[in-house]
């Protein structure tokens, strides 16, 4: 159990970390604070997902072995000893200063975006009167989602990475990113006021949820592909090891519930398996590229200068799926580098956002 004095250490470091940009926010003129604050939210939240990836990426997501300190500590600098021994112990393992850092201010970045939700809960209720019970019960619902994915980050640590839950962890923190960006582009009006929102609706909200369900689809097999270190295992582009087609277990690769490295049974998982875990993800990436291309080339059919926004969000949902075909071939052509790596997570992650924006702008009477 975590002492009082590490949770009062680390609780004091999100104040300090939440509380420099609601500074900003508070001096800058125009819009209203909460707007601001949920904008902000939805920022705070893309960086830590992209950081999340870069902690992931360079092995660092044990670099602290507890949580949610280090070593009973709340910085790597109270632990250094306890850092430098495991890393004398274990030159090549999981725990160094640098990969204790990492760690650590993704965690710091995790708290500050639970402490601004804290805020924005705070704000809502404030609210109360003028606003109706609308965004506190959203700010609540925001509150409830960031707590489990707390709890995912924790058992990240606590269960050695174990891929099911480091990948529930990353598909939870896009799920927050979508909430929060529902949740600020909503038009928040008071009780008593006479400002309607009109608005024209042209996109279908079936096809968009199809859209929306095949993206996180395809997010989950990214996730499975990285957690189980896959990228690799097929080598080349496009075919894997010289084959069109190759060999298969999908039961051993779509086994969930087992260790980092590991089949069902305990023991080492086949080459095969982790090629049936890559192949899946390319495979579906060819859905995802007609659906969502298809999306946006229905909008672009429809345009017109009142939905001069959508068409902006419709361009940038097809530059993003080019991203994302070009980083995605990246990492298996010049062996998975850090760079595309990290613009595939963070292209996910603006897919999402796009997606999240267009879905303002859909109409569910076409059912």
Same mark, same amino acid.
């Given at each position: 159990m975590p002492s009082l004095i590490l949770l009062l250490e680390l609780a004091l470091i999100a104040i300090v970390f939440a509380g420099l940009p609601l500074a900003y926010l508070w001096t800058r003129p125009g819009y209203s604070f909460f707007q601001k604050l949920n904008w902000l939210l939805v920022f705070m939240t893309f960086d830590l997902i992209v950081f999340g990836a870069f902690t992931r990426l360079t092995d660092s997501g044990l670099g602290c072995p507890d949580w949610p300190g280090c070593y009973g500590n709340s910085n790597p600098l109270h632990a250094l000893g306890d850092i430098k021994q495991a890393e004398h112990l274990l030159p090549d393992g999981p725990v160094t200063v640098m990969k204790a850092w990492i760690e650590m201010i993704h965690r710091y970045l995790a708290m500050t975006? !639970? @402490?601004?939700i804290l805020v924005q809960v705070g704000t809502a209720f404030s609210k109360l009167k003028s606003l109706g019970? =609308? %965004?506190?019960? !959203?700010?609540? =619902?925001?509150?409830?989602?960031v707590c489990v994915q707390g709890a995912f =980050? @924790?058992? +990240?640590?606590?269960?050695?990475?174990? %891929? *099911? *839950?480091? +990948?529930?962890?990353?598909?939870? @923190?896009?799920?927050?990113?979508?909430a929060l960006t529902s949740f600020a582009q909503q038009v928040w009006v008071g009780k008593n006021s006479a400002v309607q929102v009109l608005q024209i609706k042209p996109v279908s909200g079936v096809l968009w949820l199809f859209a929306f369900v095949t993206l996180f689809c395809q997010i989950f097999l990214g996730a499975w592909v990285s957690t189980n270190y896959a990228v690799l295992a097929c080598p080349e582009f496009p075919t894997c090891l010289g084959s069109a087609w190759p060999e298969t277990n999908w039961q051993e690769g779509f086994t969930l519930w087992r260790q980092l490295g590991l089949n069902a049974q305990g023991e080492f998982i086949s080459p095969v398996a982790l090629q049936t875990i890559h192949w899946?993800?390319?495979?579906? @990436?060819?859905?995802?590229?007609l659906v969502l291309s298809f999306l946006a080339w229905q909008i672009l059919q429809r345009s017109s200068p009142a939905t001069e926004n959508l068409n902006r969000f419709a361009k940038l949902l097809l530059s993003l799926l080019g991203l994302q075909m070009i980083t995605g071939i990246s990492n298996v052509i010049f062996q998975w580098p850090l760079v595309a790596a990290l613009l595939h997570t963070a292209g996910s992650a603006a897919l999402v956002f796009c997606m999240v924006r267009i879905g303002y702008w859909t109409s569910w009477k076409r059912l």
């Open positions: 975006v !639970g @402490a601004l019970k =609308g %965004p506190l019960l !959203g700010s609540l =619902g925001l509150l409830l989602l =980050g @924790a058992w +990240t640590v606590t269960l050695k990475l174990q %891929p *099911i *839950i480091v +990948t529930f962890h990353l598909i939870l @923190a896009l799920l927050l990113l979508a899946a993800h390319r495979l579906f @990436a060819c859905l995802v590229l």
